[in-house]
T-cell receptor, first 112, second 110 residues
Framework: SQQGEEDPQALSIQEGENATMNCSYK?????LQWYRQNSGRGLVHLIL?????REKHSGRLRVTLDTSKKSSSLLITASRAADTASYFC????????????FGTGTKLQVIP | EPEVTQTPSHQVTQMGQEVILRCVPI?????FYWYRQILGQKVEFLVS????????KSEIFDDQFSVERPDGSNFTLKIRSTKLEDSAMYFC????????FGPGTRLLVL
């Protein structure tokens, strides 16, 4: 089954450092999205990258997509304590807006 | 900025009781979804809804679950006879290419 797997499972960095999280998936996709979830809260959409795109930026976020390796990375530059959260990739393979499949998530802790 | 809203934020119920979770999707969206997240686990897809009918559902979405769009704004998830294992955070989402999630309803079945 199609599944996103993030690594690392947990990441702890100092404020100001960059954080990189990776996501791998198994089947072809139409797009891949990254979400953030603060502990026990809702999912906040961060960025969407389509299968024909290789890189996308949004503020301090940079997402790459390598469809040949079936992987994506999320880079958060100049991290802040407020970036502390879990980050999930979610893939859409259907092309018909049916569902997204979430990965296991990376728990990021940014130490002030 | 428009957002998906969900009520209630928390619900505690006894096993075997019926619960209805409510969602107000973003007004111009056409696709609606329910997901759930058991504590400490991944977010799992339950069902997608388009044009007043279910377009896809997962194995989790058995006969105990139903969805409805009773009017032009609400989208509900009903669990007819709750089980202990239904305890989870339930997320509503709307959108198309990008899915926007609500804040969730934390359901606890005792």
């Amino acid at each position: 089954s199609q599944q996103g797997e993030e690594d690392p499972q947990a990441l702890s960095i100092q404020e100001g450092e960059n954080a990189t999280m990776n996501c791998s998936y198994k089947t072809s996709i139409n797009n891949l999205q990254w979400y953030r979830q603060n502990s026990g809260r809702g999912l906040v959409h961060l960025i969407l990258i389509r299968s024909n795109e290789r890189e996308k930026h949004s503020g301090r976020l940079r997402v790459t997509l390598d469809t040949s390796k079936k992987s994506s990375s999320l880079l958060i530059t100049a991290s802040r304590a407020a970036d502390t959260a879990s980050y999930f990739c979610a893939t859409d393979a259907s092309g018909g807006y049916q569902k997204v499949t979430f990965g296991t998530g990376t728990k990021l802790q940014v130490i002030p | 900025e428009p957002e998906v809203t969900q009520t209630p934020s928390h619900q505690v119920t006894q096993m075997g009781q019926e619960v209805i979770l409510r969602c107000v999707p973003i007004s111009n969206h056409l696709y609606f979804y329910w997901y759930r997240q058991i504590l400490g686990q991944k977010v799992e897809f339950l069902v997608s809804f388009y044009n007043n009918e279910i377009s896809e559902k997962s194995e989790i979405f058995d006969d105990q679950f139903s969805v409805e769009r009773p009017d032009g704004s609400n989208f509900t998830l009903k669990i007819r006879s709750t089980k202990l294992e239904d305890s989870a955070m339930y997320f509503c989402a709307s959108g198309q290419e990008t899915q926007y999630f609500g804040p969730g309803t934390r359901l606890l079945v005792l």
